[in-house]
């Protein structure tokens, strides 16, 4: 077979994605090292079916980033950015700026002039958007402070490639040359021109997407036909970054915009329902790309200068971002995960140096080297993230919570310490409130502190799964503790504490799901409650009385619906790892469901006052519970 067509390349990608991702995934090292790991075994230096091909597939798979930017953008809500504004200006911002000046600084002493030391300082700033997202998204590290930082510095660094995309031919003979690729329209422009062409082109995106797109996706939703919304959902990403390419711009930057825009249209979810599973295979295409593009036999030629570089940047990046992450009071052990996330350069770096080597502002030698330690660098960040996971964190015992500051002094101790008062928390608290029984609240993020105590509310800002301050909250007097924290992991550290420390103290715990309730349930909670199972059972009895059903009748399945779900819960929760799952869960539901029909059907006794109507009702039910 023509190991160079098409279908057998496919082939090669599809089959190592499956073998090594899900090997990945089991052991630990997560799904993007899965990807590079696929990359370098199918890579010309190991089993050789990726070769110089390999370079043509990173381009297309740079569609993955592409979509990546575009349900970024989507996501980025006015609200969120307002409350991020600061770190992703002055966070964001500093990290920049001051890692250019280093990073150029450094490469200035190995020799190199000063265009090209400004390039690289401003390419080594930037950081990996997918792997850092995907890494913390699959961790669940997102809501950290640690996570929220790292978005707002990926975000400003996504935005100030407009800008070094801008500045670069600037640096190009003096300023004279333009973009060198064929077609673009760019192409011989001075430098001031091109400038102005991709401010331009910018305005031009913000312009389409708020007159253009939106009146666009009505006309298609008219039409409704799935699959045209969705081919013109993919038509708008790839044609803004064909035009973005055009004018010499990152396409990523583009959608990234284009998605901003659309953020709050009502077209928002139907767009990355459209797009994600796109965006997944190409992002995985990219991670394998990358892996199949690192040149080992480059770093074979000479690895102590390529490892050795590798290690000055990390430990360069990963310092200055420690620092700003002290600046901005990160917790020690926040701010070790926030420096080691960002330590890497990113996949906007081979656009960039691409770009130099076009304008001449790089050399074709620094080019190769520059590649090597970027995929490199990319390819160490999940292993430097495993390594916080399992050593440098338990080594600090510092939670990967949102812990920003120290723990406030408490004053008070109380028969019920309530830890987390978000929704639900906040909800059980009034309600414990307006019956006068007093309670100690705390909480991990300090915005909700603040509000919460402007609405009246006494609440303590400190970590719940501390010892120490379960200690100076009364843990060892009160009568019961109610954790209702959002992160599921801490929810289970809290409960660890207490096991340990103090196991006299009753436990309440809210469970988001059923899955998280099998995993509380099985760390040895009796007192577990869904979230979600009261809602929507109280909207099952709604809905029955306005088809019909008397309201004792509705309430009355919906207490015998809660009491067998919650028994069979309990059974569940023992075998969810094991084979007989799914058929156990099968034969619950389906004992649940005759149960109900049955007790339905019974409920329905015809009297003589009342014969017809309830004939007509029990037809009325067989019909609903039998369709």
Request: aromatic share 8%; hydrophobic share 50%.
């Amino acid at each position: 077979m023509d190991q160079h067509s098409f279908l057998f390349q496919a082939l090669i990608y599809l089959a190592a994605a499956v073998i090594m991702v899900p090997i990945s995934k089991k052991l630990g090292l997560g799904s993007v090292l899965g990807y590079l790991l696929a990359g370098i075994v199918i890579g010309p230096d190991v089993f050789g079916f990726v070769g110089s091909e390999g370079q043509d597939i990173m381009h297309f798979a740079e569609f993955g980033v592409v979509m990546l930017l575009f349900i970024i953008g989507l996501g980025l809500e006015p609200e969120l950015f307002w409350r991020l504004r600061k770190s992703i200006i002055g966070l964001g911002g500093l990290q920049v700026v001051i890692t250019s000046l280093v990073a150029g600084g450094i490469v200035y002493l190995f020799g190199l002039d000063w265009k090209a030391s400004i390039a690289l300082g401003m390419i080594i700033s930037l950081s990996s958007t997918a792997i850092v997202l995907q890494t913390l998204n699959e961790k669940n590290l997102m809501k950290t402070d640690a996570g929220q930082s790292a978005f707002s510095v990926l975000l400003f660094q996504d935005i100030a490639v407009i800008p070094m995309l801008a500045f670069f031919p600037l640096l190009a003979d003096g300023g004279r040359a333009g973009h060198k690729e064929g077609g673009s329209f760019v192409a011989g422009l001075p430098g001031w021109q091109h400038a102005v062409v991709v401010i331009g082109s910018v305005v031009a995106i913000i312009l389409a997407g708020r007159f253009l797109i939106r009146p666009l996706f009505r006309i298609i939703a008219a039409t409704r036909l799935r699959e045209m919304f969705t081919a013109t959902s993919l038509l708008i990403v790839v044609g803004i970054a064909v035009f973005m390419t055009q004018v010499g711009l990152s396409p990523a930057l583009g959608t990234f915009l284009a998605g901003v825009v659309l953020a709050n249209s009502e077209y928002k979810h139907e767009l990355e329902s459209d797009i994600e599973p796109f965006k997944g295979l190409l992002l995985g295409l990219f991670f394998l790309a990358v892996g199949a593009s690192i040149d080992f036999r480059l770093v074979m030629h000479n690895p102590g200068l390529i490892l050795g570089l590798v290690a000055l940047l990390i430990l360069v990046k990963s310092g200055i971002l420690f620092l700003l992450g002290k600046f901005s009071k990160l917790a020690r052990g926040q701010n070790i995960l926030f420096a080691l996330s960002l330590s890497q350069v990113g996949e906007f770096a081979f656009v960039l140096i691409s770009f130099s080597l076009s304008e001449n502002i790089i050399t074709k030698s620094v080019t190769d080297t520059m590649m090597a330690i970027v995929a490199i660098s990319m390819a160490l960040t999940p292993l430097l993230m495993i390594l916080n996971d399992k050593i440098l964190q338990p080594g600090l015992r510092t939670s990967t919570g949102n812990i920003e500051r120290e723990a406030d002094p408490i004053d008070e101790h109380n028969p019920v310490i309530i830890a987390g008062f978000g929704h639900f928390g906040n909800t059980v608290g009034r309600f414990l409130r307006a019956h006068d029984i007093k309670t100690t609240i705390l909480d991990t993020d300090a915005d909700r502190v603040e509000n919460l105590r402007k609405m009246g509310f006494k609440v303590y800002y400190g970590d719940a799964s501390r010892h120490d301050l379960l200690l100076s909250a009364g843990a060892q007097k009160a009568k019961l503790i109610i954790i209702a924290l959002e992160p599921p992991e801490k929810r289970l550290e809290i409960i660890e504490t207490i096991k340990k420390h103090f196991p006299d103290l009753r436990m309440y715990v809210r469970a988001q799901n059923r899955y998280d309730a099998y995993n509380l349930m099985n760390a040895g909670m009796l007192n577990v409650y869904r979230e979600t199972i009261d809602t929507s059972l109280r909207m099952g009895v709604d809905v029955m009385k306005a088809l019909g059903f008397k309201e004792y009748t509705a309430a009355r399945a919906a207490r015998k619906f809660f009491n067998k779900d919650e028994a069979n819960l309990k059974k569940l929760a023992s075998i969810r790892d094991s084979d007989e799952y799914i058929s156990a869960a099968r034969y619950y539901i389906e004992e649940l469901e005759n149960m109900l029909r049955t007790d339905m059907e019974q409920s329905i006794i015809p009297n003589n006052e009342e014969n017809e109507e309830n004939d007509a009702l029990l037809a009325e039910v067989r019909k609903i519970v039998n369709p």
